[in-house]
Nanobody, 121 residues
């Protein structure tokens, strides 16, 4: 089993920045992919960004240039740096991890509990 602990959400003014973190722990052999999704009220959950263990990244087209995803493989942690935040970025942000079990070598997708990001003056 893998546990995900998210941190870094909160209230920020338009134009401000936030950095989200998500640390994975448990019986982990490897983590091929880590990423962030978000869900705004009344909307579907959408991909924000993802990163492979080798550092290849994918971003939602609308967020390129403002958001940056990174990871620390030694700490099994993924980060999301969010700059120039807009009110429309307000959502619950979820960490997403594809982890391979140390004992079974089975790959499973895990979700964090979500962290609220509110952009408002």
């Amino acid at each position: 089993q893998v546990q995900l602990v998210e941190s870094g959400g909160g209230l920020v003014q338009p134009g401000g920045s936030l950095r989200l973190s998500c640390a994975a722990s448990g019986s982990i052999f490897s983590i091929p992919n880590m990423g962030w999704y978000r869900q705004a009220p009344g909307k579907q959950r959408e991909l924000v960004a993802a990163i492979t263990s080798g550092g290849s990244t994918t971003y939602a087209d609308s967020l390129k240039g403002r958001f940056t995803i990174s990871r620390d493989n030694a700490k099994n942690t993924v980060y999301l740096q969010m700059n120039s935040l807009k009110p429309e970025d307000t959502a619950v942000y979820y960490c997403n991890v594809d982890a391979v079990s140390m004992s079974t070598r089975v790959r499973t997708r895990y979700w964090g509990q979500g962290t609220q990001v509110t952009v408002s003056s």
